[in-house]
């Protein structure tokens, strides 16, 4: 990956759920959460209404106990290795 005209080495694996629907499918998405729980830093919300999103994330952190963000357009996000 090029970072401001740097060549940068990806060590992260992004990974896409496929089959829910943040609409119907929350409490769904929820336990999908607290199966992984142990195995995640971190959870980004993302493809939703802005309010809907932050609603998620909240959740998230508080009933699964996960850092949880729902970053929106143009926003950027720090990663911690």
């Known amino acids: 990956m090029d970072i401001l005209g740097s060549r940068v080495r990806v060590r992260a ?26 195995t995640v830093k971190t959870v980004f919300v993302i493809n939703s209404e802005p309010k809907t999103g932050a609603f998620f994330a909240q959740r998230l952190r508080d009933y699964v106990g996960i850092r949880a963000e729902a970053p929106q357009e143009g926003d950027s996000v720090e990663l911690e290795f």
């Open 13 to 38: 694996q992004v990974k896409k759920v496929s089959g829910y629907s943040s609409h119907a499918d929350m409490e769904g998405l929820l336990q999908f959460a607290v199966g992984v729980a142990d």
